[in-house]
């Protein structure tokens, strides 16, 4: 399989603790997403990486959160303390980029923080 | 009011009907469009995207676009109980082309 995946696919933690969400983009894509859906709600755009730079961040992404791609392939999602309200679908997308911003996701990571 | 609006749903259909799911959008960038289908507890799939008005076709889906409504349509012919799906449509402007500008998604339900 050459899609986006994502790891784990579940993920159950404690208030306060700390968890890593890590995505493998397609191999040729250059750009890498990162969003969070809650239910009956579309993505919200969290944070992107042009290659190992990342370009953007979006308000939500409080400084709990980090996230890295050093070397230009795979990304790691962190978040520290973690919080009820981070519970979520955790989505990680990639696009070759240009033009054709045609983004491709993995199945996500559902946390749930109890 | 949000940038791209999609009604909610849900959306019932017999098996066999057309259906019809829409969007509207407020910014007049020069933009493009894609349509997205979710599975439950699943990422989004891309099913088609659009960059001009008229429409686009794919198998049993068109893409419809109205630059002058502001309005875009995802049409499904010969709906299937493997439709069922929450089918969510995404803006992107030319000029910031790393963000996505979602709708809530339209959930769709096909009977059999």
């Known amino acids: 399989d050459t899609g986006v995946s994502q790891d784990p696919r579940h993920k159950i933690t404690k208030r306060g603790q700390n968890v890593t969400f890590r995505c493998d983009p397609i191999?040729?894509?250059?750009?890498l997403y990162w969003y969070r859906q809650t239910l009956g709600q579309g993505p919200e755009f969290l944070t992107y990486?042009?290659?190992?730079?990342?370009?953007?961040k979006s308000r939500l992404l409080s400084d709990r959160f980090s996230a890295e791609r050093p070397k230009g392939s795979f990304s790691t999602l962190e978040i520290q303390r973690t919080e009820q309200g981070d519970s979520a679908m955790y989505l990680c997308?990639?696009?070759?980029?240009?033009?054709?911003?045609?983004?491709?996701f993995g199945p996500g990571t559902r946390l749930l923080v109890l | 009011q949000k940038e791209v609006e999609q009604d909610p749903g849900p959306l019932s259909v017999p098996e066999g009907a057309i259906v019809s799911l829409n969007c509207t959008y407020s910014?007049?960038?020069?933009?493009?469009f894609m349509w997205y289908r979710q599975y439950s507890r699943k990422g989004p799939e891309l099913l088609m995207y659009?960059?001009s008005s008229g429409n686009k076709e794919d198998g049993r889906f068109t893409a419809q676009v109205d630059k002058s409504s502001k309005y875009i349509s995802l049409f499904i012919r010969d709906s299937q109980p493997s439709d069922s799906a929450t089918y969510l449509c995404?803006?992107?402007?030319?000029?910031?082309?790393?963000?996505?500008?979602w709708g809530a998604g339209t959930k769709l339900i096909i009977k059999p």
């Open positions: 997308a990639s696009s070759l980029g240009g033009q054709q911003e045609t983004q491709y």
């Open positions: 191999s040729e894509h250059n750009r």
């Open positions: 990486f042009q290659n190992e730079a990342q370009l953007e």
């Open positions: 910014n007049s960038a020069f933009q493009y």
């Open positions: 659009t960059y």
């Open positions: 995404a803006r992107g402007l030319m000029d910031s082309n790393y963000q996505l500008i």
